[in-house]
Nanobody
Framework: EDQLVESGGGLVQAGGSLRLSCTAS????????IGWFRQAPGKEREGVSF????????FYADSVKGRFTMSMHPNKDTVYLQMTNLKPEDTAVYYC??????????????????WGKGTLVTVSS
């Protein structure tokens, strides 16, 4: 069964850093668009970052530009989200998602057909 599993969430003080990981099981990230999404309590899910596995292009939400960096392991089975200078408003459950690269749109959850269960990031002030 194809799965995505996130890890690396936790509690951190404002200004701190965390690295999230998303590992694929049962498939590899060839020709996929990979996204990180987050959902804060009482808010809608939003796209945070996106990576194109075909050319490595990355896209970021304005709210995280310059602070978050998305990358992929050369084995194409794991993607990372390095988060720095974290702010309390970054507190959310973070989800990894993947979809066929020709069908997905950066930062949009439409056509993402693989989802992880999420990892909680809490940033204290």
């Amino acid at each position: 069964e194809d799965q995505l599993v996130e890890s690396g969430g936790g509690l951190v003080q404002a200004g701190g850093s965390l690295r999230l990981s998303c590992t694929a099981s049962g498939f590899l990230f060839y020709d996929y668009g990979i996204g990180w999404f987050r959902q804060a309590p009482g808010k809608e899910r939003e796209g945070v970052s996106f990576l194109s596995t075909s050319d490595g292009a990355t896209f970021y939400a304005d709210s995280v530009k310059g602070r978050f960096t998305m990358s992929m392991h050369p084995n194409k089975d794991t993607v990372y989200l390095q988060m720095t200078n974290l702010k309390p408003e970054d507190t959310a459950v973070y989800y990894c998602a993947a979809g066929p690269e020709l069908s997905v749109t950066p930062l949009d959850d439409y056509a993402m057909d693989h989802w992880g269960k999420g990892t909680l990031v809490t940033v204290s002030s």
